[in-house]
């Protein structure tokens, strides 16, 4: 009587697969893991902190808009003026200060926090564990920010002395969805590349990159999303740059890109963000880090 063994591969110890498109099903390996991901942060997302915080961002930006735009003199609330004023206040608070800030405290420490709290382990063990748990709370932060974004110009655009506050409200919503995928990836690959000091490196490139650089007439301020975003702003609201940048033509056309549509500048922002995402993905497997008993 004999006994036939059959070998074990070592992809099925590895959990790798021996298909003949092995990146396809690494791609889907990978989108199956990260549901779970998004579950498990969304469940531990409500809570009385992470609400509290939730309410706190939409409050204060709210609060400042409505408070502005009860001091304007009613002569003044239909003035092209007033109008191209609170068109970029709501823009600068909202997808410009909102997001940036949220994105920054939800996006940056992703990797850090499951360092620190000595979860990070587990991601280890698991077949593209890492990208899984970095793009799992990647759209969770997105979806928190973004919703936060949308929600504060709701119930803003209302109180605020607009000529066309329909148009507003969805140039504005969109600026907020697009701004947390693109700020939320830079800040994510930020937090792949530094372990320590992650929230001080992300503000610093946010003051001085975007803050600073984004507001120069020059070609530097094209490599910043915000030049992107006020790009959109100025095409899809309507505003004169004229009445802003009155300097002369060659700083308008520094500071606001010249595509007629806002299109352009749309499919700008998702290459950046899905460019900085691909790279920080591929970072995250790659880089070694050390745990909190190394450093």
């Known amino acids: 009587m004999s006994l036939k063994t059959t070998p074990t591969k070592f992809s099925e110890l590895s959990g790798t697969t021996n298909s003949k498109n092995p990146l396809g099903g690494s791609l889907v ?10 579950e498990y942060e969304l469940s531990r997302s409500f809570k009385p902190a992470r609400i509290a915080m939730f309410l706190m961002m ?52 992703i990797v850090h926090t499951e360092i620190e709290g000595q979860s990070w382990i587990y991601s280890l063990v698991r077949y593209q564990g890492r990208r899984a748990l970095l793009l799992g709370r990647y759209f969770v932060a997105v979806l928190w920010t973004s919703c936060a974004g949308v929600v504060v110009t709701s119930i803003s655009v209302p109180f605020l002395p607009l000529n066309q506050p329909l148009q507003t409200w969805g140039t504005i919503s969109l600026l907020c969805i697009l701004a947390s ?38 070609v530097i ?38 595509d007629p ?23 995250v497997e790659t880089i070694q880090y050390s745990f909190q008993s190394e450093l």
């Open 29 to 38: 390996r990978l989108l199956k893991a990260v549901p779970g991901v998004i």
């Open 58 to 109: 939409i409050l204060i930006p709210t609060a400042l808009l409505i408070s502005v735009a009860y001091q304007v003199p009613e002569q003044l609330k239909n003035d092209q003026q007033t109008n191209l004023v609170f068109s970029m206040l709501l823009y600068a608070l909202v997808p410009q200060i909102l997001t940036m800030l949220a994105m920054l405290v939800l996006a940056s420490p």
């Open 261 to 283: 549509t806002g299109w352009v500048q749309i499919v700008w922002v998702l290459a950046i963000s899905a460019g900085l995402l691909a790279i920080a993905l591929w970072l």
């Open 221 to 258: 301020n094209q490599l910043t999303i915000a030049y992107r975003l006020r790009s959109i702003l100025f095409r899809w609201v309507g505003l004169d740059s004229d009445r802003l940048f009155q300097s002369n033509e060659l700083v308008q056309n520094g500071m606001v890109a010249t």
């Open 181 to 218: 995928l693109a700020y939320g990836a830079l800040f994510a690959l930020i937090g792949v590349l530094f372990q320590k000091r992650v929230m001080v490196i992300s503000f610093l490139y946010a003051l001085v990159v975007e803050g600073v650089l984004a507001w120069l007439p020059a």
